[in-house]
């Protein structure tokens, strides 16, 4: 299984700060790289597919970059909405793994 | 409105069987390929189960294998998951979410709001 490893796990920033999130794969895969946001109670939201591809409807200020294992998503300047715990997600090959999220709190 | 809405979950004892079902609208389901993905409380997404369009194929994570079985309708708009031998560490929210092969080459884009699933004596 392709073990996928966020950091860091929790994030403290404050509105306007440009904030970055790493994922990292344990072997190769491409750029089948997805990112999701998730706030508490409700399910989880496509931000970003193909590594650096922007879902509709996303904002601008969020970004992907990277392919192979390293990755990384940023948001450009932190907004009250984006406070919430973010997820990236492999789906190079079955089992689709997920890492274990970085959460995005209010400094 | 594309929508995916889970119904089924609830309270089973450790050993028992619960069906969660996941209902689609607002898109051609048979279309779409379909996963099952899990969350227990306070932790992190899991992949739990998928399968194709037609329902020829599937595929599980190792912790369900043998006890957990993925279907769907097409004629019903309407993907399932049967659960067998429940055990306590399956206690979680469970969510159905949908495959975008074309736009996004494999990305769950559309998600429903999840049904908690709870495994207790």
């Known amino acids: 299984d392709i073990q996928m490893t966020q950091s860091p796990s929790t994030l403290s920033a404050s509105v306007g700060d440009r904030v970055i999130i790493t994922c990292r794969a344990s072997?190769?895969?491409?750029?089948?790289l997805a990112w999701y946001q998730q706030k508490p109670g409700k399910a989880p939201k496509l931000l970003i597919y193909?590594?650096?591809s922007l879902e509709r409807g996303v904002p601008s200020r969020f970004s992907g970059s990277g392919s192979g294992t390293e990755f990384t998503l940023t948001i450009s300047s932190l907004q009250p909405d984006d406070f919430a715990t973010y997820y990236c997600?492999?789906?190079?090959?079955?089992?689709?793994?997920f890492g274990q999220g970085t959460k995005v709190e209010i400094k | 409105e594309v929508q995916l809405v889970e119904s089924g979950g609830g309270l089973v004892q450790p050993g028992g069987s619960l069906r969660l079902s996941c209902a689609a609208s607002?898109?051609?389901?048979?279309?779409?390929?379909m996963h099952w993905v899990r969350q227990a409380p306070g932790k992190g997404l899991v992949w739990v189960s998928r399968?194709?369009?037609?329902?020829?194929?599937?595929s599980y994570a190792d912790s369900v294998k043998g006890r957990f079985t993925i279907s769907r309708d097409n004629a019903k708009n309407t993907l399932y998951l049967q659960m067998n031998s429940l055990r306590a560490e399956d206690t979680a929210v469970y969510y159905c979410?949908?495959?975008?092969?074309?736009?996004?080459?494999?990305?769950?884009?559309?998600w429903g709001q999840g049904t908690m699933v709870t495994v207790s004596s």
């Open positions: 399968i194709n369009s037609d329902g020829s194929s599937t």
């Open positions: 607002g898109f051609t389901f048979s279309s779409y390929w």
């Open positions: 979410a949908r495959n975008d092969s074309s736009g996004t080459g494999g990305a769950f884009d559309i």
């Open positions: 072997q190769s895969i491409s750029s089948w």
């Open positions: 193909k590594a650096s």
């Open positions: 997600q492999q789906y190079n090959s079955y089992p689709r793994t």
